[in-house]
DNA sequence: CAATTAACGGAACTGGAGTACCGTTATGGG
DNA sequence: CCCATAACGGTACTCCAGTTCCGTTAATTG
């Protein structure tokens, strides 16, 4: 008798499962950026992974849960953060990284993708947000050093100058048609470190 | 002999034609509320609005060309802005607008449906640009007063400086759990507000 | 107020997404 | 190394989104 709550793939994640689970996820995310997020459909996923369709249909079930893994096995594959010493300097790192990931048309069509599937479902919303949430607090720490260093008022929330940086690349990607060049990025950067040195991110006031 | 580029609705755009896509368009918004982008079909959109499923399909086809066209139905409906005599003021109006409209359960489940719809269909996508680009254009003379005022730096992009504003409000509804409350919408326009003054959003450097 | 025909809408059809069933493979524990 | 069974995968089936066809309604023009 076992136990109904268990889910495919969690007794014996090893081997073949682990396989299959790699190969499709790589076919969602090709899928996802040559095809957006609207035209997939997990028969084709299953003929592209060369993966049998119930084997898809049994561990997934529907597109957006197939996204939220594909989210979960993104967010482990963390890239360390650089350090220059300066607060204006560690974020312009940031803003260009944010701005190349973006900019490539591989990763941006992706990240559109997962941020369209993730409007769609709570479950995928959450993978979405713990990816973020990830990402920030990485290099929140920067931040906190600024702070130390009496580059920043003391109160500030490193969390919310992070995403200060982010925002404006993100809202620029998808709700305008122009080019995410460096100086949109190195903005960013600028307008975030001017606003944190002003006060603008005080926590809880 | 008819051109064979006229689309459907255009030669007898009244009347009946005129009713069809009201109700059509007005089932559209509410399955968007209420089911999100990903299950969303033209069938369905056709029982709700009580009309023919052909005329659906002839007239508009797929879902990302109906999303399209309920943008451009959006973006006529302009509500017109505020103005204060300050920067601050007009930007922390403009923020708790954005903030209001996204935080209100249906309005912001609607704007994240058109983000995920447009993030699939380059005319969608376009469609979505032109309604962003009206709501900036409306909010910019405010910016532009503050110039003239020299409480903003000369050769100031006001675009970019009403964009700062939504910005961080936008990225946190996609990518975070949190809630969007008015100490959100007067953080964005006050860093917004600080960082133009300081001279970060100069056009072209 | 006809006449023309754009646009709508019902009915019947089709292809493929999603489901059910069951035999096969190979993982992980003893 | 072997057994129990988790997980995969082929086949056959169902159901409905999307299409085709054609008759009906009503928006425009003179």
Redesign the pocket.
Known sequence: M?VEG????????????AR??AAVLQATGDTLTEQGFAHL????IARRAE?????V???W?T?TSLVADLLVDMAEQSLPRTETGSLLGDLKANARLVQRTLAAPRQGALFKAVIAAATCEAKTAEALHRFYDIRVKEWAPCVQQAIDRGEVPEGTDPHEVIRAVSAPLYYRLLTTGESLDEAAADRAAEAAATAARAGAYLRGV
Chains 1, 2 share one sequence.
């Open positions: 076992g268990t889910e495919p793939g969690t007794v014996r994640p090893g081997g073949r499962t299959v689970r459909d997990l028969a084709d993966v049998g369709k119930t084997t249909y049994r561990r079930g597109v």
